[in-house]
């Protein structure tokens, strides 16, 4: 993979995998690593607003909207089919390291979260996944995390991506 390094957070939905990537994105950064994310959505979505400059070009054809900012940009771009994260990621810029929530059948290495109670049984790929996360969660071949040591679970991402 060229580019910075990525790892998939997966898990069914509502087990809590926004809300763990949110403390370890801030874990990394804390650590002076520049993080990217890729969110995957399995449907349409729509993050313009109906009126605005942008969603007007695009609503008159534009296939590419980008919109610029002293301090950010934003673009929205249709493809003609889906991404891959390693796809994605030239878009993010100068980035350490990219976060990705989803992406269950992808390549990347996979941190599994599980809702309360742990999870039944994997939901993205067995042989990629590198470590369980959940208050409750038990793999036997696996580590093993709390929803709460995300210290611990940035240490094994820096050691297993070679990040140090």
Request: glycine residues 12%.
């Amino acid at each position: 993979m060229s580019g910075p390094p990525g790892i998939c957070i997966v898990g069914t939905s509502n087990a809590g995998k926004t809300t763990f990537l949110e403390k370890l994105i801030a874990e990394f950064e804390r650590r002076g690593y520049r993080v990217g994310t890729i969110k995957h959505h399995h449907g349409d979505f729509e993050i313009d607003k109906p009126g605005k400059d942008t969603w007007r070009h695009a609503r008159a054809g534009a296939r590419a909207v980008c919109i610029s900012a002293p301090r950010k940009i934003a673009l929205i771009r249709q493809v003609d089919e889906e991404l891959s994260p390693e796809q994605i990621v030239p878009l993010l810029g100068p980035v350490d390291i990219v976060l990705a929530e989803g992406y269950k059948k992808a390549d990347w290495p996979q941190i599994e979260v599980c809702p309360p109670g742990g999870c039944t049984a994997p939901v993205g790929r067995k042989d990629r996944l590198i470590a369980v996360v959940g208050d409750g969660a038990h793999h036997a071949e696996l580590p093993c995390f709390g929803s709460d040591e995300v210290g611990a679970v940035a240490d094994l991402i820096v050691n297993f991506l070679g990040l140090d």
